[in-house]
């Protein structure tokens, strides 16, 4: 993620009350928090795609205030909350964390994982709702760091990936600029079709699989998840 920007996902969480953890990480629907309800589709998602066990060390990339991460990490050994905003880790690390197992560090993420602490202790990761803002170069990066530098890795799970044969239908009547749908720093960032990230995936040395969240979800209509593994 290039970091000069992407102000506006550091400067927003100021705008927020300290504890509207969902509304500081735009978890929203026209501007409105999600409901529990969308929250643990989300949490039971993550942990059938990445078969989270008890003993499981969890790698959380681009966690935001830590919200989701708390959730996941309550199911497994522990685990590290990775994210470029100060605001953000600051509130992960005020609300969430419980050392030595669950803590929270300030680092661009694709620079973390090319010098990782400790990577033989991580075996599933997540990025959610955050790859589609990372470069195409830096997002083919990270996915082969994910692969070369943690290897004890089982599953790899990126949600909420906008999906490109989607866009027409997701804007509609609505104007949009051609080309937008590459910008990462566009409200929504890089959509990808389906086959596009699967062979991304490839090309990291991955095996992908996709998963559709039920219809009840609220971006159900336009979004996927990727699940990799070895």
């Known amino acids: 993620m290039n970091k000069d920007n992407f102000s506006f996902y550091k400067e927003h969480p100021k705008t927020c009350s300290p504890d509207d953890f969902w509304s500081q990480v735009k978890r929203t629907v026209n501007g409105i928090p999600v409901s529990q309800y969308q929250i643990d589709l989300i949490v039971n998602a993550v942990m059938a795609g990445l078969e989270l066990e008890q003993e499981d060390f969890f790698l959380d990339l681009c966690c935001g205030n830590g919200a989701l991460s708390n959730l996941l990490f309550k199911h497994c050994k522990g685990g590290l909350g990775v994210d470029f905003s100060e605001q953000l880790i600051s509130t992960a690390n005020k609300y969430f964390a419980v050392p030595p197992d669950q803590n929270y560090i300030l680092r661009d993420v694709v620079e973390f994982c090319e010098h990782p602490t400790t990577p033989h202790k991580f075996s599933k990761i997540l990025c959610y709702g955050s790859f589609s803002y990372i470069e195409h170069e830096r997002a083919e990066a990270l996915l082969c760091l994910l692969k070369n530098n943690f290897p004890n890795i089982k599953r790899v799970f990126i949600g ?6 989607l866009l027409a239908e997701f804007y509609r009547d609505r104007p949009f600029a051609p080309g937008l749908e590459d910008e990462p720093d566009s409200p929504i960032g890089i959509w990808r079709t389906q086959e596009e990230f699967i062979s991304l995936a490839k090309r990291c040395g991955w095996l992908a699989k996709i998963h559709k969240m ?3 979800y609220y971006a159900a209509h336009y ?3 990727i ?4």
């Open 214 to 216: 039920p219809g009840e």
């Open 227 to 230: 699940i990799l593994s070895k």
């Open 223 to 225: 979004r996927y998840d």
């Open 160 to 165: 909420n990936c906008p999906d490109k044969d």
